[in-house]
């Protein structure tokens, strides 16, 4: 798939766009997890439920967006803006809103700045809390890998708990393909989503006032966002759905693709 690209400002916002310009279809937004970008989707995008536009950005610095020239005063918030003005340009007021992970998050700071344009939310594989102070430290440590080996060093730091084990076992294609993505993307945003992910606010406030339909998924061997944390967000959202999806880890939508897909599916067929 074509990636397309839209102008807002000096930024430039890349992404994947299932129908572009189609605006009879209902759009569906997929954010991707650290330290990947919207391919990570491409099993999503081999299945699009009837009558569904799916679109994946590029985050802030990954794959074809760009960074911001200083990378001070760094804020999740950055990555909703990023969404929000993408939808604009397109023309959608309202979108389903998902995201993995990293995704989860900028999705939260959507529904905390833009409520309005979130017609129904999906949070796999992700938490709402902020990081701990052991977080913060790994962070930092992450931050030195970047700078001293780069991406491939990121990857082989994160690849035994961003993948299940039965996926590590069994499925080196799977591993290939998350090698992959995240060497192509670029040091710097790699290290401005870090900054992002370490300063981001506490979101498990918001959680009680989410009134649209939510959608809640878990790798059941998911050990970097557990499936206690999804079972606490699903907890505190009025009418979640939650979905465990067995033999998958945290990239749940690439370990095991056609039962996310399902997942998705029956969500959708319910809006
Ligand atoms: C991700 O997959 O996006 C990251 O694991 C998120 C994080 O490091 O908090």
Redesign the pocket.
């Known amino acids: 798939m074509t990636r397309q690209f839209c102008h807002v400002g000096s930024r430039t916002i890349a992404y994947l766009d299932s129908a572009p310009g189609d605006t009879s279809l209902r759009p569906y937004v997929l954010l991707h997890?650290?330290p990947l970008g919207a391919n990570m989707w491409e099993p999503q995008m081999r299945r699009i439920p009837s009558g569904w536009r799916l679109i994946t950005p590029d985050l802030r610095g990954f794959g074809g967006s760009t960074e911001l020239d200083s990378l001070a005063a760094l804020s999740v918030g950055d990555y909703a803006d990023d969404i929000a003005d993408l939808l604009e340009e397109l023309s959608v007021d309202r979108a389903v809103i998902g995201g993995?992970?990293?995704?989860g998050?900028a999705a939260l700071a959507l529904v905390q700045s833009r409520p309005e344009m979130v017609e129904a939310l999906i949070l796999a594989?992700t938490r709402a809390g902020a990081d701990t102070p052991e977080?913060r430290a790994n962070r930092r440590n992450m931050l030195a890998i970047v700078d001293r080996e780069g991406p491939s060093g990121v990857a082989l730091e994160m690849m035994p708990r961003?993948l299940g084990k039965t996926t590590l076992e069994t499925n080196p294609t799977a591993e290939a393909t998350v090698r992959r993505l995240i060497k192509q993307q670029s040091p710097v945003a790699i290290r401005g989503a870090i900054h992002r992910?370490m300063h981001r606010p506490d979101s498990t406030p918001l959680l009680a006032g989410i009134n649209v339909p939510t959608l809640v998924i878990a790798g059941a061997e998911d050990v970097?966002?557990p499936v206690a944390e999804a079972e606490r967000i699903a907890g505190a959202i009025a009418g979640a759905t939650l979905t465990i999806i067995p033999d998958a880890g945290?990239l749940s939508n690439l370990e095991q693709p056609e039962a996310f897909n399902d997942a998705l599916a029956s969500f959708f067929a319910r809006l």
Do not use: N, P, V
């Open positions: 997890a650290f993995l992970s990293m995704g998050y594989d977080a961003l992910m970097l966002t945290h």
